[in-house]
């Protein structure tokens, strides 16, 4: 590292000294920290306080990159202004205390729990179960330039698709294909499970009807969402729909019909921008009821929705599911797409490929709940 480089660097961590402390500029009178407490060499420190002045540029370094940011986040940009007070810090220094807690309480004082725990990477920690290849992940970077909005991307992606007519005028879609499930690796599972391929359909009738049929050896397990209810069977009698499961229906049923989302979404905002694979996209963020988060991810080129992510409420937060959408093919002057991957939890990938899509009236009856 060069000198100006290693100036840089410095300066940086003495700024970070005092990002989640609340704490002053360093003591000019000691400029370079030794053994003794953080409390008496820095100024306003109330956490850690006994802790030997040389581990603050460690642990500081820690802090940066487990939250991902920078020193700004929590401090005063002015160097000599570092010990005035702002929202962050307090929040900060609440965390430092339940992370000793937690060591102290449940390990003994061994530093098991750190920010990393929580946070990787992210100002905000999320409870969810990441999908398949979502660890790691910082979310949306903020956007450059002009920004659209919500309504725009989904004027844009409704005309990507043929428009609001033809839409509207379809009067139903039959898709044809195979679900390929592949088995999940995890400590528990190391191995993963053989890969299986089975027949599956899908008949959709309108923004409000929709049923998934997979061919499965034994029987067919069929799902149907009908209007505000739904139900679901497998080997025995149908059951209600799940409330958190009929919303999921009607989100990926909303990819053919976006004029639905803003009905099934609330608080639908434009976060940013994100890389789906070489594609930039534009990163919508919404929420409701049983679905506590939902991401829509817009190609800034084509205008398609080309992922679609939801976080499915559980006992303990929540499970993170994605679904990838692609070879969109124009059918009836619609284009659909006939080829997405769901990434689950615990690497969970489940690939639908459909090889065929009739267009043509579909009868009630097909959707009627069979009797026991």
């Known amino acids: 590292m060069g000198t100006s480089q290693r100036t840089l660097f410095g300066s940086a961590v003495a700024a970070l000294v005092a990002i989640l402390f609340g704490m002053a500029s360093l003591v000019a009178q000691a400029p370079v920290p030794g053994p003794q407490p953080s409390g008496e060499f820095f100024k306003n420190v109330t956490v850690l ?69 929580c946070h ?43 428009g609001a007519e033809a839409i509207a005028n379809l009067p139903g879609r039959h898709l044809t294909g195979t679900v390929t499930n592949y088995g999940h690796i995890d400590q528990v599972h190391p191995q993963r499970a053989p890969t299986q391929v089975l027949g599956y359909e899908i008949l959709a009738k309108g923004p409000d009807t929709l049923m998934t049929i997979q061919h499965n050896i034994n029987n067919d397990a069929v799902t149907v969402m009908n209007g505000d209810g739904g139900w679901t069977r497998g080997n025995g009698a149908p059951t209600d729909l799940r409330p958190d499961l009929l919303a999921v229906a009607k989100l990926e049923n909303a990819v053919m019909h976006p004029s639905q989302l803003t009905g099934l979404l609330s608080n639908l905002t434009v976060v940013g921008q994100e890389m789906v694979g070489e594609r930039s996209t534009w990163v919508v963020s919404g929420t409701s009821e049983w679905l506590p988060e939902v991401t829509l991810y817009f190609d800034q080129a084509t205008a398609y929705l080309l992922s679609l992510s939801y976080q499915q409420k559980s006992g303990y937060c929540c499970h993170v599911f994605r679904n990838d959408y692609d070879n969109f093919l124009a059918t009836n002057g619609v284009r659909m797409p006939m080829r997405w991957t769901m990434n689950g939890p615990r690497e969970q990938v489940t690939v639908y490929e459909f090889d065929s899509a009739e267009i043509g009236p579909i009868d009630d009856a097909r959707f009627a709940r069979p009797t026991p």
């Open 49 to 117: 306080t006994t802790m030997p002045a040389h581990l603050m540029q460690p642990t500081m370094q820690q802090m940066e990159i487990a939250l991902g940011v920078h020193c700004v986040y929590c401090h005063e940009g002015n160097n000599t202004q570092r010990d005035l007070e702002t929202p962050l810090k307090e929040t900060a220094r609440e965390m430092m205390r339940m992370v000793a807690d937690i060591n102290r309480t449940q390990f003994e004082g061994r530093e098991v729990v750190t920010c990393n725990t």
């Open 120 to 162: 990787q990477g992210r100002t905000k920690p999320t409870s969810a179960l990441p999908y398949n290849g979502e660890e790691g992940t910082t979310g949306p970077l903020e956007a450059t330039g002009p920004v659209p909005t919500v309504d725009e991307l989904l004027t844009r992606y409704t005309a990507a698709l043929g």
